[in-house]
């Protein structure tokens, strides 16, 4: 069976994120696609912008994890997602091991964070969340190993 192509995944990652919203209050895919394109810019691979699509499908309920395990996607693709799905309760150490272990995970990764603390979409949320946010993202690029010194 022959992957699906990268408009596919796109127009899949949309339809799946359909009706959702970031915590500012824009369209989801507003946010992939700025991921997609960190990932692009960062030299990442087609099967990395893939993952940058589908990042947060599992985690968010947008599609399942035996979605994931029967689609016509590279394993690679698969890896990173899952490697980007947290858990409930998960410890952010452990989080952090399991991208820093999947080829081109940290990428991905790198590109949600970047997104996620750009100033702004920061700026649309309220002080406290916005200064847990901050932190919360400035602490995962340290784990990341990110952040310089």
Known sequence: MPHLSLPQVEALARR???GQKDKAG?????HLRAVADGVRAGGGT?????????HDAVEDDALTAEW???????QEVKDIVLALTKHPGEDPARYAARILAVPGARLVKE????????????????????????AKYAHMRRLLGLTAG
Not at 26 to 30: G, I, K, S, T
């Open 111 to 134: 590109a949600d964070l970047a997104h996620n603390a750009d100033p702004d979409r920061l700026a649309a949320l309220d002080a406290p969340t916005r200064d847990r946010l901050t």
């Open 16 to 18: 799946a994120h359909a």
């Open 68 to 74: 994931l395990a029967a689609a016509a996607l590279p």
């Open 46 to 54: 087609d099967g990395q912008v893939a993952a940058a699509w589908l």
């Open 26 to 30: 824009r369209p989801y895919a507003e």
